[in-house]
């Protein structure tokens, strides 16, 4: 799973870097979500994004969990301003002591720039729902986001 994961990371990158002249790079925190991200991308038409959410819960005699994920979203309305947008992407769960689950993500969202004189700065929201895939299981789970941005140019 790790290989198909890779393999699908590098074709969506390439594809991405190939579409885009002035590619943009913008560090994503999700404080509800304990998770960070970066993204690349032009942010008028597509966007690539490599996010994980790390976390620690002391019950069940403390676990450790890390879900990396690749999404790639599409703009579907918006201007300098804001940004609709939807799309499509994959992820792994790792739970210690427990065994890891493979999900699969349709986000649906938004991006705003809500100052004039941070043009730097939005805000994004979306709504993922997400499959799990996990040994004999699916489970489905609607994941909220809130996050801050930051352009890096």
Do not use: H, W
């Amino acid at each position: 799973m790790k290989k198909l994961l890779l393999k699908l990371l590098f074709i969506a990158a390439i594809i991405l870097l190939a579409e885009q002249s002035k590619a943009q790079i913008r560090l994503n925190i999700y404080p509800l979500n304990n998770a960070v991200g970066v993204s690349l991308g032009s942010f008028k038409t597509t966007n690539l994004e490599l996010r994980t959410a790390i976390f620690y819960s002391s019950s069940d005699e403390g676990s450790f969990g890390l879900e990396p994920e690749i999404i790639a979203t599409f703009r579907i309305s918006g201007n300098d301003l804001y940004r609709l947008f939807v799309g499509a992407g994959l992820g792994y769960g790792y739970n210690n002591p427990g065994s890891g689950y493979v999900s699969a993500l349709v986000p649906v969202g938004f991006s705003i720039k809500p100052f004039e004189k941070l043009p730097e700065f939005l805000i994004y929201t979306e709504i993922s729902p997400a499959a799990r895939f996990y040994e004999d299981y699916i489970t489905l789970k609607l994941q909220p986001r809130l996050g801050f941005c930051i352009e890096l140019r």
